[in-house]
């Protein structure tokens, strides 16, 4: 739900429900999207509008996710 937040900030609910599919297929867990090619990322969100910024904080939020809850941030 966050990521699709983040992924909504001035872009339509129709383009996010369009670009999550093919993100969330990949990487479907804050440890995926920690891991996740910085460029990769921005390639699958780029329909979405400020791409370059947006990725690099969904990267970030989910490496801060796993650093302070591990594991426990999936369930």
Do not use: W
């Amino acid at each position: 739900m966050m990521i699709a937040v983040m992924l909504s900030a001035q872009c339509t609910d129709e383009r996010v429900n369009k670009t999550t599919p093919a993100l969330f297929s990949k990487y479907n867990t804050p440890e995926a999207l920690a891991k996740v090619d910085l460029e990769e990322l921005e390639n699958i969100i780029h329909p979405c509008g400020f791409y370059k910024n947006k990725a690099k904080n969904m990267k970030a939020c989910s490496q801060k996710l796993v650093t302070d809850f591990g594991r426990n941030c999936s369930k």
